[in-house]
């Protein structure tokens, strides 16, 4: 098991102190400020890989749409850490394949070969406000952008056509650092999108905050399946890694936690997930999708956060180092190869959620490294890219 960290840079809780934009200004300016001290703390502390997202419109949620932004200066001021695009949104709305190419490589070639390239189609909130499909259309433009990435890579000069996308030929630069190219990774949501991963021989970006370890394991072992039916990979480098992630915060003293607001922060975040659910992704998903989502929702929306229930279940992981290690273990059991611990969230304290990183980075990560891993990214990896 390798320790990761996952951003979606949540600015501050509101209400803010100023009038509008000025508070979400400030908010915002503060969040990034703090994540990119945490970010350069976790690279000398031992982390594997920092997440950085792409969302758009997350109000409250996340301020950072443009991930290749972030991780091209995290390229220049961290040493060891590998930055994941988590991930960067296909469907050719969102944006055109020969951007994706460049931008990826790009921070590529600034960081010597650091790349991981998670890969996605978001939700019909997004999808819907920049034109893209909100139905099975968008998986299949999320595949034929994989591919035009990686034409774009290992060709000279490429060009493309079909009833999705033309493009004439043109050469792509800057070709990717690490060789032939990043690793790749599908986010996944249902056993179907797990299953997709491994049948294209693809690591899987999974997340364990809504259901048991139990059940995201029973989704790894359908990932597993499909990966050892996989025969030629979408991309030209095999994947078959596991990234999990959920909210991790370990401290000295968890009385203490709960008096600077750990408790607190973690009912706001399923809070504000259901929340934010409500008012934008249920209006965009039909009656059956809304019927199977409400009901997960329901107890969030009514103030009833059940936390002794997501502790007891280990679907978040809190506590001290010892009590951490403990779940963080179990997470390893299921099948997990790197786990994105999600930091920064509600109304934590800086100082704290860096208490929190040097914690893991002095008493968790050597415990994890002592056992070995099953795969180890710097030693599959690394090698292709200083080739």
Known sequence: MKLDLLYEFQPKVKPWDKPHPYGQREAEQATYDEAIEEIQLADKLGFNTVWCVEHHFRDGRSACPTPEAVLGGLALSTEQIRLGFGVTLMPFGFVHPARIAEKVATVDVLSHGRVEWGTGRSTPMEQIAFGVPANDL???????????????????????????????????????YQDPHPPAWLAASSETS???????GMGLLSFALMQPVAAMAHQIDVYRAAQAECITPLTRVRNDRVGAYTLVHCCDDIDEAAGYGLWDSVGWWYRHLAEFTLEWELPNLTKEEQDAVFPLLEDQLAGKIDINRYTDEDMIIIGTPEECLEKILRYEEAGVDQLLCYVQFGTLPHEKVMRN???????????????????????????????
């Open 357 to 387: 990183l040097e914690l893991l980075g002095t008493q968790v990560i050597p415990r994890l490294e002592a056992r070995g891993h099953r795969v180890d990214a710097r030693a599959s990896f690394g090698a292709a890219a200083n080739a």
């Open 194 to 200: 797990a299953a997709s991963a491994g049948r294209y």
């Open 138 to 176: 968008s998986r299949e433009q999320w595949k034929e952008a994989v591919e035009i990435v990686v034409g774009m890579w290992e060709s000279e000069r490429f060009s493309y056509e079909s009833e999705n996308l033309s493009f004439p030929e043109r050469m792509q630069t800057p070709k990717p």
